[in-house]
């Protein structure tokens, strides 16, 4: 709060303050202001004092009512008018920092819905793709995310692949994503070669896996991706765009009834039990 105050200070000479206990906010016409919207600035927040609990944007709305009176606009350059409304954006409290994109190398990249998952997978090639299912809100994906940008800069032939589960939640649930972080390996036509979830404190498990899944290989066969039921779930989710057609599984034949080899002699009705057993022993 202290700090979004001082900043803003940088144009309104830091004559405006706010009181928590009181909800008032001082007059700003002592400001040294130069710009020619003192007046009209200070009598707006009078009009409309701001909450102990604002977000920015509060600053930003009665900045804008001041803009669009003509006799201030008259008095500012627009040039002047558009680095300050850049900036005060910029201060705004309530914008939720990303920081699962903080410090994301090359070869780290957001899946935006089911489609380009599927896509993804199968355009990889024999490159071992990792995927990694977190959540803004867990705390543990937070944690872990600066090794993922360390191992994903130190394993540059890898695709790391990163699943948001609030956006998508129901893509997650048909792949049967119940816990966070999550991580899926595929690589070529073996397809899913391991899954686990771990944390900081297991993250040995995660290294070595990708130790023993990155080392160069030739796949013999089509790149797998996902599996064939995971594809039909995802076809199922009616909120889901994705669409697929299950592939035809050829129906083997029923084996056929061996006949009688011509070669072996047949048993005449007339024998007995023992004499057909021994017939039929020597003739194999």
């Known amino acids: 709060m202290a700090e979004v105050i001082s900043k803003t200070s940088l144009f309104f000479g830091g004559g ?8 008032h906010v001082d007059d700003l016409s002592v ?15 009078k009009q409309k004092p701001l909450r102990s ?22 008095q500012v ?12 954006s910029t201060l705004r409290i309530g914008t939720a920092h990303k920081w699962w994109e903080k410090g994301s190398q090359e070869n780290m990249r957001e899946i935006s819905s089911a489609q380009d998952l599927v896509d993804s997978l199968a355009d990889a090639g024999d490159k071992l793709v990792v995927v990694d299912f977190f959540s803004p809100g867990c705390g543990g994906c937070k944690a872990l995310h600066p090794k993922m940008c360390q191992l994903a800069e130190q394993s540059p032939d890898v695709q790391f692949l990163q699943v948001n589960y609030e956006e998508h939640k129901s893509m997650c649930y048909s792949l049967g994503v119940h816990v966070l972080p999550f991580f899926r390996f595929y690589r070529g036509a073996q397809g899913r070669v391991c899954s686990f979830s771990c944390t900081n404190a297991t993250i040995k498990k995660f290294r070595d896996a990708l130790a023993k ?3 160069d290989r030739c796949s013999l066969g089509p790149t797998k991706g996902l599996e064939e039921k995971e594809l039909v779930a995802l076809a ?31 048993p005449h ?5 023992s004499e057909e057993k021994t017939l039929v022993s020597a003739g194999r």
């Open 213 to 215: 899944h990155s080392p």
């Open 16 to 23: 405006a303050c706010v009181n928590h206990h009181h909800h």
């Open 77 to 88: 350059d627009p040039k002047i008018h558009s680095d300050m409304f850049e900036l005060l």
């Open 53 to 74: 609990d604002f977000s920015g944007k509060q600053i930003l709305e009665t900045f804008n009512r001041s803009f669009r009176s003509s006799s201030v606009t008259a």
């Open 31 to 45: 400001s040294p202001v130069s710009f020619g919207f003192k007046k009209s600035f200070s009598s707006s927040l």
């Open 269 to 273: 009705p007339s024998m007995s039990g």
């Open 236 to 266: 199922a989710n009616k909120e889901l765009k994705f669409s697929y057609t299950p592939k035809v599984v050829p129906v083997e034949k029923e084996a056929a009834i061996p006949t009688a080899n011509p070669a072996l002699p047949v």
